[in-house]
């Protein structure tokens, strides 16, 4: 449709212009003439409007397909935390295709409907920096209205459409809520016992019976192999204990002079987590910085300091590993040492608190 503008002034509240109508005058104010508005096709339902509306559907479609596949493998893959090469591995690569799929799907459709299917228009703008009047803003409101009836009235008249956006869109809301609602449905800690909160040194490791603290080469220690001020890196004494299959089990083994023994028992005695955790002189710490989970194993006999050496995080051995300097938030957990029969420590049960960095679900 070809359009001349006119310099005659126009009423907009005049019942009987129709919106494109309001829309001229609009663009006539802002000196904006439409110079062409017209379809991109010859005729109604042209054979090259269908092939275009049948791309376009087909791309929604696509959307709709990586949408569900999304919601497939959020829900019904077979994900947990494993060590080694797992069908688990897959998980989090085939949620970053099948979303990007879908989002770019609809991006494409949108920019190919903006591109091959609105009506062409050519309009050429004089600036001007006046301010809007209230008649200006009645046409911008009809303006937005107008381009809303443009793809509202090409939807309805094209049911594939319809049906292709329907479908497209609507697995792409699915998927953007389903890790909220998942998250609260799926207990991802439903293994016994959790993974996520346990370390090797939990009897139901060993079981039932209490695990053995040992070398990296698995060779019990008893308390005279720690020299007063002297410190040990330890793992739980069951199989693999020393490997990467149990990374959140290194633990730091002190032991500390009489002094500095006797104000850390008050210390953790007063703390209803760590009460009874110390054996004699000795006490046992997570070697997991909170901070970013690097070895925290710098001790400082001197200054009863363990410090962590990727960020300078420095735990206070002496007040339960609180920390006094650095990034890290949360002090480091406490291993309750025993020893047995044969005078050999064992951890008379799991860390009381969450290894490793901290997160949202710690107890």
């Not at 126009?10 to 000196?31: C, N, Q, T």
């Not at 929604?60 to 397909?65: N, T």
């Not at 009645?138 to 094209?158: A, H, K, M, N």
């Not at 480091?332 to 029969?341: A, S």
Request: aromatic fraction near 10%.
């Amino acid at each position: 449709m070809h359009d001349e503008s006119s310099t005659e002034p126009v009423d907009v509240s005049d019942p009987r212009l129709s919106r494109f109508e309001i829309v001229k005058e609009g663009a006539r104010r802002d000196e904006i003439e439409i110079v062409t508005y017209e379809s991109q096709f010859h005729g109604t339902d042209s054979k090259a409007e269908k092939r275009v509306v049948r791309n376009i559907a087909l791309l929604f479609l696509i959307a709709g397909v990586g949408g569900f596949a999304f919601l497939g493998f959020y829900i019904w893959w077979p994900w947990r935390f494993e060590l080694g090469e797992t069908m688990s591995d897959y998980y989090t690569p085939l949620l970053g295709i099948s979303l990007a799929v879908s989002l770019f799907g609809v991006g494409f459709g949108i920019l190919a409907w903006a591109k091959k299917l609105l009506p062409h228009e050519v309009s050429i703008q004089q600036r001007h920096n006046d301010p809007s009047p209230s008649d200006e803003q009645l046409i911008t409101g009809q303006t937005i209205l107008f381009v809303g009836d443009e793809l509202g009235q090409g939807v309805q008249r094209r049911p594939l459409l319809k049906g292709a956006i329907a479908i497209g869109m609507a697995p792409i809301g699915l998927a953007a809520a389903a890790p909220l609602i998942g998250g609260l449905i799926e207990n991802p800690h439903k293994d016994d016992p959790p993974i996520m909160f346990s370390t090797g040194f939990n009897k139901a490791n060993n079981g039932g019976n209490v695990v053995r603290l040992t070398r990296d080469d698995g060779s019990p220690i008893r308390p005279e192999d720690v020299s007063t001020g002297g410190q040990m890196t330890v793992f739980p004494g069951i199989p693999g204990g020393a490997t990467n299959e149990w990374a959140d089990s290194p633990t730091l083994l002190i032991h500390l002079r009489p002094d500095d023994a006797a104000l850390t028992r008050e210390n953790a005695d007063a703390d209803r987590r760590n009460n009874g955790s110390m054996w004699g002189d000795y006490v046992a710490y997570s070697k997991i910085c909170t901070h970013a989970g690097c070895p925290a194993s710098l001790y400082e006999q001197q200054t009863n300091r363990l410090l962590c050496p990727c960020h300078q995080s420095q735990f206070m051995i002496t007040r339960n590993a609180q920390p006094i300097f650095g990034p890290a938030t949360r002090r480091l957990p406490m291993l309750p040492l025993g020893v047995d029969e044969e005078g050999y420590f064992v951890a008379k049960s799991d860390y009381k608190d969450t290894v490793g960095p901290d997160f949202w679900e710690r107890p």
